[in-house]
């Protein structure tokens, strides 16, 4: 063989590298599910019966207009899954730009917020996109960077993705991205951060979901307040101790949501997403408690309880944010 031919054949097959490692560059990153036949069913045809049934369940629900946050539960589905579709039941009728997340990281610890790496969610109805372009501006922004490890296994946000999916079907894929951010401690820095997203989400219609549970109550959280001497005092006591936070919320009372959790010591674990988002710049116009329960009135089990609400906040968002609003109608 000469010098020609052993170049030519050098030449060529460097070329099917180059080109083979460039459709392997290309293939996108999928998040894997990790709760899926867990937490929530692993099959399509059952995950989907369950999240219809939860939203017809759910029923028709107040009239609302400019629904701009839901703060949801994010257990398993046996536990909150029907609170959280009173949230999703508002949902249906909103067309969002981009759907943010603001969830609580639950195994690796995080300082500021942390993104993901990938290009789409996966659950067992398919793939949920991830707005990359905003992920890289995000990523180069002091404070944000990306931890696949606190997102790997994360079940706060991939909890919330098959309703988003029976909702909007296809359009996950395709047209409506997720933003989703794990926040972890602000320090004192709770509206640099709400300014920073409040310019980088102009004028894209976005629709935040907050993820937390509330009250953790039970010797494995930590935290055994005395309600009484009976399963019945128990849940009032509970749910006094949340309605504390909660009508904090309602408020959009960040100062006094902070106070609230110093003062009790309540364990919610979304604290600083709750938090992040009472700092975003909204004019507020309607702020309801859609549904709440508890693990102990769900399944009569009240050595551990844990505690969940659905509430809605509408308005406007401002300084930033786009002033196109959605509407909430009644569903029939």
């Not at 069913?41 to 107040?62: K, Q």
């Not at 309703?163 to 047209?175: A, S, T, W």
């Not at 997720?178 to 602000?186: E, N, S, Y």
């Not at 300084?319 to 959605?326: I, K, P």
Request: charged residues 20%; hydrophobic residues 40%.
């Amino acid at each position: 063989m000469d010098i020609r031919s052993i170049v030519k054949k050098t030449v060529m097959v460097s070329a099917f590298l180059l080109v083979a490692g460039c459709i392997r560059n290309a293939e996108p990153i999928v998040r894997q599910p990790s709760l899926a036949g867990q937490w929530y069913p692993g099959s399509v045809g059952e995950l989907a019966f369950t999240v219809d049934s939860f939203l017809a369940r759910a029923g028709d629900v107040p009239e609302m207009k400019d629904v701009r946050i839901l703060v949801l539960p994010h257990a398993g589905y046996a536990y909150s899954g029907q609170i959280a579709a009173f949230g999703y039941a508002c949902a249906k009728s909103l067309n969002p730009g981009i759907i943010v997340f603001f969830a609580p990281p639950h195994r690796v610890p995080v300082r500021g917020i942390a993104l993901p790496s990938s290009d789409y969610f996966e659950t067992p109805l398919g793939r949920v996109k991830i707005d990359k372009e905003m992920v890289r501006e995000l990523g180069t922004t002091p404070g944000f960077a990306i931890n696949d490890e606190a997102h790997r296994l994360e079940h706060s946000i991939e909890i919330h993705l098959p309703f988003l999916q029976r909702i909007y079907g296809k359009k996950m894929e395709k047209e409506i991205p997720v933003l989703p951010l794990l926040v972890g401690d602000l320090g004192a820095n709770e509206e640099e951060f709400a300014r920073i997203l409040s310019r980088k989400l102009h004028n894209k219609n976005p629709l935040v979901i907050v993820s937390s549970d509330f009250t953790h109550y039970g010797p494995r959280f930590e935290f055994v307040p005395v309600f009484g001497k009976n399963v019945k005092e128990l849940k009032d006591g509970l749910k006094n101790l949340d309605m504390g936070a909660i009508n904090a919320i309602l408020k959009f009372d960040r100062r006094g949501f902070a106070r609230y959790v110093g003062t009790t010591g309540i364990t919610v674990c979304g604290r600083n997403p709750i938090s992040l988002a009472l700092a975003l710049p909204m004019h507020v116009s309607d702020a309801r408690l859609l549904k709440y329960d508890t693990s102990c009135a769900i399944t009569g089990e009240c050595d551990h309880s844990v505690s969940y609400a659905a509430i809605a906040i509408g308005g406007s968002f401002v300084d930033g944010f786009s002033a196109q609003s959605f509407s909430v109608s009644r569903r029939n």
